[in-house]
C-alpha cells in the first residue's frame, strides 16, 4: 500500500472535533514504537496514564484499533498516527512487527477465514430447517402445558405438602422439562428441591418462584407478541440458548473494562462462572463460562482488573450477557470501583429491573460505606439502618477484611439476598 494523503486521512476522521484533537498529537513527542510495513501502521502514544496507548491500522481495508477507551473509530490516536504517516514524520518501515500489531492482524485474518469458510459452506435448506425449528417449538409448546398443569396440582394440594416430597419427585419434573428441550427452566426446578429443605424461608421462596412460573408459562403462549428483548429474556429462562455463531461479528464493544467480580457455581452437574464488567460508560454486562462437572473452568478474572477485550453481547435487556471476541489482556488494577448506593436504592434498580424482566434471578449492585454484620449467614448495614441478609458469603473473611468499618461492595442482589464478591479495603480491589 501506498502512503495515504492527508485528505484521504481527513475524510476518516468521524468527526471535526477528532481530527482537532488529533492535530495535536501528531508530533513525534508523545510517541514510540512507531513503524510499518506494507499492510499496518503502529505505534504507542503515551496518554494521561502510565500505559501508553496501543495503536494499529491496517491501512488496506481500512481498520483501526487503539486500546484507549474512546468510542470513535478511528479515534484521536490513530488519525494522529496516520498524520505522521502521510508526512513521513513516523512510523517507518519496520523490519518486524510490533507483537501488539501483529497479534491484532492474526486475529481480524482468522475472523475473516471463519466467514469465509461459513460462505463456502453448503446453504441450509430452508424447508428442513423451518421443520426442524418447528418440531423443536411443539415439544416445548408440550413441555410448558405439562408444567402448567403440574403447577396447578402443586397448588390445589398446597405448597406445604411440597416440602414432604422426596428429591426424586422434583427431579423427575425436571427430567420432564429437558426432554422439552426446556433445560433453564429444569434447573430451576431441581434447585427448588434442595431450597425447600435448606431455607428457612422456604415457603416464600416456593410461592415467588411458582408465581414466576406460571406468569412463564402464560408469557411463553403468547411469545409472538413479545419484543425481541423479551422474547430473548424468555428464551434465556427456558434454556432456549442463542449460538455463540449468531453473537460473533454482530458488535465489537472495546474495553477498557474493570473487572467488577466474579462468582462460581456447581450443581453437581454442570459449573458456572459469571464474570461482571464494567465499560467507562457505565455499561454493565455478564460474561458466562460452563464446563461439565468433570472439566475445568475458565481462568477467572482477577476483581478490580482493568481488562483491554473487546464483547460482543447477547440479545435482551440489560444487564446482558456477552462473549470475548479477542484475547483479554489484563492492563493494571483499579483503586476503587467507583461510585455506589445505598441499600434502599440497590433495592429500587432491583424492582426496575425485575419489572422490565421478570425472568432475571440476579441483579449486579454496588452499595457504598455498608458494614458487615455478624448473625445467621451475616447481614449488611448503611449509614440509614437499612439491612440486608447475606447470602454464599464467607462471614469470617469479610469481617475479618473490613474489621467493622464501613466498605464498598460489589455483589449480586437476588430476591433480597446479597452475595458479596468484591470489596474495597486500603484502596484496593479485593475478593473476600
Given at each position: 500500500?501506498?502512503?495515504?494523503?492527508?485528505?484521504?486521512?481527513?475524510?476518516?476522521?468521524?468527526?471535526?472535533?477528532?481530527?482537532t484533537a488529533a492535530r495535536k498529537l501528531a508530533h513525534p513527542g508523545p510517541w514510540s514504537d512507531t513503524g510499518s510495513n506494507d499492510v499496518l501502521v503502529w505505534g504507542k502514544c503515551q496518554g494521561s496514564?502510565?500505559?501508553?496507548?496501543?495503536?494499529?491500522?491496517?491501512?488496506?481495508?481500512?481498520?483501526?484499533?487503539?486500546?484507549?477507551?474512546s468510542r470513535k473509530f478511528p479515534c484521536k490516536h490513530a488519525l494522529a498516527l496516520l498524520l505522521m504517516w502521510t508526512r513521513g514524520e513516523a512510523a517507518d518501515a519496520a523490519a518486524e512487527t510490533a507483537a501488539?500489531?501483529?497479534?491484532?492482524?492474526?486475529?481480524?485474518?482468522?475472523?475473516t477465514a471463519v466467514r469465509e469458510r461459513r460462505q463456502s459452506e453448503p446453504v441450509v435448506d430452508p424447508?428442513?430447517?423451518?421443520?426442524?425449528l418447528a418440531d423443536r417449538l411443539a415439544l416445548m409448546d408440550a413441555g410448558i402445558d405439562d408444567f402448567a398443569r403440574w403447577l396447578t396440582d402443586l397448588v390445589r394440594t398446597g405448597l406445604a405438602s411440597a416440602r414432604t416430597q422426596p428429591y426424586s419427585w422434583w427431579d423427575g419434573v425436571a427430567g420432564r422439562l429437558v426432554d422439552a428441550q426446556l433445560p433453564g427452566l429444569a434447573a430451576q426446578v431441581r434447585a427448588m428441591g434442595s431450597d425447600v429443605h435448606a431455607r428457612t424461608d422456604w415457603g416464600v421462596h416456593l410461592l415467588l418462584r411458582a408465581?414466576?412460573?406460571?406468569?412463564?408459562?402464560?408469557?411463553?403462549?403468547?411469545?409472538?407478541?413479545?419484543?425481541?428483548?423479551?422474547?430473548?429474556?424468555?428464551r434465556v429462562a427456558v434454556g432456549w440458548a442463542v449460538p455463540t455463531a449468531e453473537v460473533e461479528g454482530t458488535e465489537a464493544l472495546h474495553g477498557p473494562w474493570l473487572v467488577l467480580g466474579t462468582h462460581r457455581s456447581d450443581d453437581g452437574r454442570l459449573q458456572q462462572q459469571r464474570t461482571w464488567l464494567r465499560a467507562p460508560d457505565g455499561t454493565i454486562i455478564v460474561v458466562l463460562?460452563?464446563?461439565?462437572?468433570?472439566?475445568?473452568?475458565?481462568?477467572?478474572?482477577?476483581?478490580?482488573?482493568?481488562?483491554?477485550?473487546?464483547?460482543?453481547?447477547?440479545?435482551?435487556?440489560?444487564?446482558?450477557?456477552?462473549?470475548f471476541t479477542g484475547p483479554v489482556a489484563p492492563q493494571g488494577l483499579a483503586?476503587?470501583?467507583?461510585?455506589?448506593?445505598?441499600?434502599?436504592?440497590?433495592?429500587?434498580?432491583?424492582?426496575?429491573?425485575?419489572?422490565?424482566?421478570?425472568?432475571?434471578?440476579?441483579h449486579p449492585v454496588l452499595l457504598s460505606g455498608v458494614r458487615i454484620c455478624p448473625g445467621n449467614y451475616g447481614w449488611l448495614r448503611d449509614g440509614s439502618g437499612n439491612a440486608l441478609p447475606l447470602v454464599d458469603a464467607p462471614l469470617d473473611s469479610l469481617l475479618a477484611l473490613t474489621g467493622g468499618h464501613p466498605v464498598d461492595l460489589f455483589g449480586e442482589l437476588e430476591e433480597g439476598r446479597f452475595r458479596p464478591l468484591s470489596a474495597v479495603v486500603g484502596g484496593a480491589v479485593v475478593t473476600p
Open positions: 500500500m501506498g502512503r495515504w494523503s492527508e485528505e484521504r486521512v481527513i475524510s476518516a476522521a468521524p468527526d471535526p472535533s477528532s481530527l496514564g502510565k500505559t501508553p496507548y496501543q495503536v494499529s491500522i491496517d491501512v488496506a481495508a481500512p481498520a483501526y484499533r487503539c486500546s484507549c477507551p501488539f500489531a501483529q497479534e491484532w492482524a492474526s486475529q481480524r485474518a482468522e475472523r424447508a428442513a430447517q423451518a421443520k426442524r408465581g414466576r412460573w406460571w406468569a412463564l408459562t402464560k408469557a411463553w403462549r403468547k411469545r409472538d407478541t413479545l419484543t425481541p428483548d423479551e422474547l430473548a429474556d424468555l463460562d460452563f464446563a461439565a462437572h468433570s472439566d475445568a473452568l475458565a481462568t477467572p478474572q482477577l476483581a478490580g482488573a482493568m481488562l483491554d477485550v473487546t464483547v460482543a453481547r447477547y440479545p435482551g435487556s440489560g444487564p446482558r450477557r456477552a462473549m483503586a476503587s470501583l467507583g461510585e455506589g448506593g445505598n441499600i434502599a436504592q440497590a433495592l429500587e434498580i432491583e424492582s426496575a429491573a425485575v419489572a422490565l424482566s421478570p425472568w432475571c434471578e440476579r
